[in-house]
């Protein structure tokens, strides 16, 4: 990786953020021939991207995901041909615990075939012989053999090298602390290093992008979850495909451990913005309200005091806080443990070998933001992936770099505005 004081101080696009989706922009813009800069305030990958379940899937995704999804799938197979990350195409088995829970499978099914989807219905022999391990009683059961599974953190070492070696230049420990705004466009960030400027300026920061964009007073309607997760150590004997349930979820990890989890289990801390974006929110919050705890905390001062620390030529939350690393929700993965022992006695005798946490970025209809900023030319957003942006990052990332360079393509952009939140009018002042 580049040291900031040797790296030039102009590209044609700059990014904010060295996730997968920063690191994938990038690499399609490069191809394109463009100058591009990845920034990141720590290690490259090191926050949502290397935490997650590692799951690349269709099952369950919104019909205006999917095209992002499968055209992700061939991009995932080619990368993997040039490292090992652990991709397969393992299969993803989506159980139904009650008739509510088969009823949501099937319609999102049904939805799904009219774009001639891999996925379908299994019947109960099906589902045994696919998953022998397992004692319970599901209520149904979808199927997708293409769907896969890959190594998030070796995913994001693989990706930062690929980049490298296709000339993108990668500053990690660079915060940015504010979007460059001349004569009303976007024309650079402002570092913690000085300030680097460019044709474009991507926000891709995870959580954190809210807050860059509320730099230059643009409202990104985006809330913090924070999810749980365990590794298990090696052992013999257990599913192949991605188990998906509202009970436990589980994918077999390239070591031969498992990655566990459990879905409906993530948690929200009200904070100052819980307030400002409830109208936004609440309609998908009442629609998936047994898949989240809301807890009050010391989160709320807290974050109203870190909104007063933002700021043109001020030290701010960027800094301090290099790495998002919380703590795990301890008593949750137990009983998750405990009823994956359950279901599947082959997990009977198998240790945890490490639990972790990591805070996702959600925004109120759960479908990403790639897009332009109106009001500032030469400003662009990629965030808002709301727990799907392992699997679809690499299509994002295309999708992005055509955004960019004013190409079309049939990728899904006109679902993904942020104009479709209708925020950042003149009502929006100060929120
Ligand atoms: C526990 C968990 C499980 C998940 N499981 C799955 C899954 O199985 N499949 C799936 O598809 N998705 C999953 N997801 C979601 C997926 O991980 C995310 O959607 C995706 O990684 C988002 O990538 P990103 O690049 O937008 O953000 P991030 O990976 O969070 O990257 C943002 C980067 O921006 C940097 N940054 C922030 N602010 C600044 C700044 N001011 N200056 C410079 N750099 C900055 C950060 O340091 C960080 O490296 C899961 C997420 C979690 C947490």
Same mark, same amino acid.
């Given at each position: 990786m580049t040291k900031p004081s040797s790296?030039?101080?102009?590209?044609?696009v700059i990014l904010a953020g060295g996730g997968i989706i920063g690191l994938c922009t990038a690499l399609f813009l490069r191809e394109k021939g463009l100058s591009v800069a990845v920034l990141d305030?720590?290690?490259?990958?090191?926050?949502q991207s290397s935490r997650n379940w590692g799951w690349v899937r269709?099952?369950?995704?919104?019909m205006e995901e999917l095209p992002l999804a499968v055209a992700s799938r061939p991009l995932w197979q080619q990368w993997a041909k040039e490292g090992d990350?652990?991709?397969?195409?393992?299969g993803l088995l989506s159980l139904a615990q009650d008739k509510e829970e088969w009823n949501t499978l099937e319609g999102w099914l049904a939805a799904a075939r009219t774009h001639g989807f891999d996925a379908r219905e299994l019947g109960q022999p099906e589902i045994h012989t696919l998953l022998p391990q397992s004692r319970g009683q599901w209520a149904g059961a979808l199927y997708s053999p293409g769907d896969g599974r890959a190594e998030p953190d070796l995913a994001m070492r693989f990706l930062v090298r690929k980049a490298e070696a296709a000339g993108v230049t990668i500053l990690p420990d660079?915060?940015?602390?504010s979007i460059d705004i001349q004569g009303g466009r976007a024309c650079g960030f402002e570092t913690e290093t000085g300030r680097i400027s460019a044709s474009a300026v991507v926000?891709?920061?995870?959580?954190w992008s809210r807050w860059l964009c509320k730099t230059v007073d643009i409202v990104l309607p985006q809330l913090k979850v924070i999810a749980s997760v365990l590794r298990t150590e090696p052992m013999e004997g257990g599913p192949d495909p991605i188990i998906a349930s509202s009970r436990f979820s589980v994918r077999k990890r390239m070591d031969g451990g498992y990655t566990v989890a459990q879905r409906n289990s993530s948690i929200t801390y009200v904070t100052p913005d819980s307030f400002r974006f409830m109208r936004e929110f609440m309609p998908n919050f009442l629609k998936q309200k047994k898949l989240l705890s809301v807890r009050v905390g010391s989160s709320f001062v807290e974050e109203l005091k870190q909104e007063?620390? $933002? @700021?043109?030529?001020r030290p701010n939350p960027f800094e301090q806080y290099r790495a998002c690393d919380p703590t795990p929700d301890r008593k949750t993965l137990a009983r998750t443990m405990q009823r994956l022992r359950e279901d599947m006695?082959?997990?009977?005798?198998t240790r945890v070998a490490a639990m972790w946490a990591g805070v996702i970025d959600v925004v109120p209809d759960a479908l990403p933001i790639l897009s332009p900023v109106a009001r500032y030319p030469g400003l662009f957003v990629a965030t808002g992936?709301?727990?799907?942006? $392992? @699997?679809v990052g690499p299509a994002a990332g295309k999708l992005m770099a055509n955004l960019i360079a004013g190409e079309q393509d049939t990728l899904g952009r006109e679902h993904f505005t942020l104009e479709r939140f209708g925020c950042n009018g003149e009502a929006s002042a100060g929120r």
């Open positions: 790296a030039p101080l102009h590209y044609d305030k720590g290690r490259p990958g090191y926050e269709t099952i369950s995704q919104a990350f652990g991709y397969t195409r393992c660079t915060a940015v602390k926000v891709a920061a995870g959580i007063r620390q $933002f @700021g043109k030529g006695p082959v997990f009977e005798k992936f709301s727990a799907h942006g $392992f @699997g």
